[in-house]
């Protein structure tokens, strides 16, 4: 997180929060439980199902599970 104009600015995290409003609504829990459950099954689901244009149509884990960094050649 950075100054409004930063390459470090928190739009990647207000995206995720944006789409976890809409998903799971904004509604209110009988218990605290119930409310973490619903949070990590929208977590495992954006995760491991959810196509993302911005890794190439690929679920953040497998985008992650292929990621290889570049590799600098020595001179």
């Keep these: 997180m950075g100054r409004v104009g930063s390459c470090y600015d928190d ?3 207000e995206s995720f929060f944006a ?3 809409a998903e ?9 439980a119930e409310a ?5 099954a929208h977590i495992n689901y954006y995760n491991g199902n959810r196509l ?8 953040p884990y497998e985008a ?5 960094p570049p590799v600098a050649l020595a001179a």
């Design 11 to 13: 739009a990647v995290a």
């Design 64 to 68: 992650r599970v292929c990621y290889r």
């Design 36 to 40: 973490r459950r619903a949070v990590f």
């Design 52 to 59: 993302h244009s911005t890794v190439r149509l690929r679920t």
């Design 24 to 32: 799971i609504g904004t509604k209110v829990w009988a218990t605290r």
């Design 19 to 21: 789409s976890l409003k």
